[in-house]
């Protein structure tokens, strides 16, 4: 899992999507995949649960994401911070129709306009260039992990680490405390 600093590279080089090339379609989806890498470290969703989020489904006024279709059909509300919020609201009123353009035709109200697989593939593409940069293996489930850890060593209660990665059962959560204890013990 990387650290808080770690996280902050990883976004940075995914923020800088300019540099992924001359080529407009190529740097529109490093745009997206820096969009739902801040979206998955902000709220801690799943890349399925990224995936089929809608346009209606983001309130930017509360920062929250309804998320409707969570593991096993189970829905939930999900947070964003301040910035990713705001980026991903200028991605909704300005960028989004540039960027996806004739993409979008095919699923009009998803939020990235494709389904789940296609998502998967490009965004964990990007995060293997990334990888290969910083020496570290990244992929789009690392964010929601790096989430569940970071707020644990920030003081965060399990309870609501739980409530915010949306796991059913606290041993799921519990899982950050182990690595935790590895930490101590190194």
């Not at 800088?16 to 989806?29: E, I, V, Y």
């Not at 399925?48 to 969570?70: P, Q, T």
């Not at 494709?114 to 260039?129: D, F, K, P, T, V």
């Not at 707020?151 to 409530?163: N, S, V």
Request: charge should be positive; glycine fraction near 8%.
């Amino acid at each position: 899992i990387p650290t808080e600093a770690e996280m902050e590279k990883i976004l940075a080089l995914l923020a800088d999507w300019q540099r992924a090339g001359d080529d407009s379609l190529r740097q529109g989806r490093r745009y997206i995949a820096h969009l739902v890498a801040e979206l998955q470290y902000s709220s801690g969703l799943r890349i399925a649960e990224v995936a089929a989020l809608e346009l209606g489904d983001l309130d930017f006024n509360k920062c929250r994401i309804y998320v409707r279709s969570g593991k096993k059909g189970k829905s939930r509300v999900a947070y964003l911070s301040e910035y990713s919020a705001a980026i991903l609201q200028e991605y909704c009123t300005r960028m989004r129709p540039l960027v996806l353009g004739v993409k979008q035709a095919g699923s009009p109200d998803k939020l990235f306009g494709c389904g789940y697989e296609s998502l998967a593939r490009s965004q964990n593409g990007h995060l293997a260039h990334i990888s290969s940069i910083i020496g570290m293996k990244i992929r789009s489930h690392t964010f929601r992990h790096a989430l569940g850890y970071h707020l644990l060593r920030a003081g965060c209660p399990l309870r609501q680490i739980q409530e915010i990665l949306g796991h059913e059962q606290i041993k799921d959560t519990e899982i950050y405390t182990k690595v935790d204890e590895r930490e101590v013990q190194e």
